[in-house]
């Protein structure tokens, strides 16, 4: 499997190019702005991209979307209540296939209404719902403290150990991480009662 992480635009943004094998079929998730090294590589791999897999409707996560369908005639995929042009609609539990790698959709609202992860081959896109030693904010519109408590300390907290985390943004001390190590080294994490949590975020 090829699956290549970039660093682009202003906000320490990462893309992420995955696909079976070079000249095979695969995916974008997340193009951010800047993103003329991720068609470069798309072309240098000679890449069929099927799918753009958008974690959420942020403009650094999304800015890039136009280009890429320009370039290679993806389809946009999107949990369906984001707000921005999607080719495909998915909600909680679909899967979307490019080549022999399928890409399972867990909806995990807190940063936006429309977040998702895209869980694959041992890996977790987590957008901006986890990062490396953090989590999303929930203070933009659409975010929410309570819905936050749902997806990292139900939803996120249920994920095999093993899955390599693939954060929206490089703002840990690793470009990557486990859900394992998540669990143990991330303090939005740790144990606490809902109303624990909401107070956490607060202070």
Not at 3 to 13: A, E, K
Not at 89 to 112: C, L, M, N, Q, Y
Not at 122 to 136: I, K, N, Q, S
Not at 169 to 179: A, E, L, M, V
């Amino acid at each position: 499997m090829i699956l290549d992480q970039f660093r682009i635009g202003p906000y320490l943004n990462f893309t992420y190019v995955v696909a079976n094998e070079d000249g095979g079929e695969g995916v974008v998730v997340d193009p951010s702005f800047g993103i003329d090294p991720v068609l470069a590589r798309i072309d240098e791999r000679r890449l069929k991209i099927r799918f753009i897999l958008n974690t959420h409707s942020h403009p650094d996560h999304v800015a890039g979307n136009q280009d890429v369908r320009d370039r290679t005639g993806a389809k946009v995929v999107a949990h369906r209540v984001a707000p921005l042009h999607q080719d495909i609609s998915v909600e909680d539990g679909d899967s979307i296939k490019a080549g022999r790698i399928a890409f399972d959709v867990a909806h995990t609202p807190g940063h936006t209404k429309d977040s998702v992860l895209y869980i694959f081959e041992g890996h977790v896109a987590t957008g901006d719902t986890l990062f490396v030693g953090e989590c999303g904010r929930t203070d933009l519109p659409g975010g929410s403290p309570s819905e936050m408590y749902d997806s990292l300390l139900r939803r996120i907290i249920s994920l095999d150990d093993a899955l390599v985390v693939l954060p929206g943004h490089d703002y840990g001390p690793t470009p990557t991480s486990t859900i394992g190590r998540e669990k143990a080294e991330n303090y939005t994490l740790q144990p606490r009662t809902r109303e624990e949590f909401l107070k956490f975020l607060a202070e």
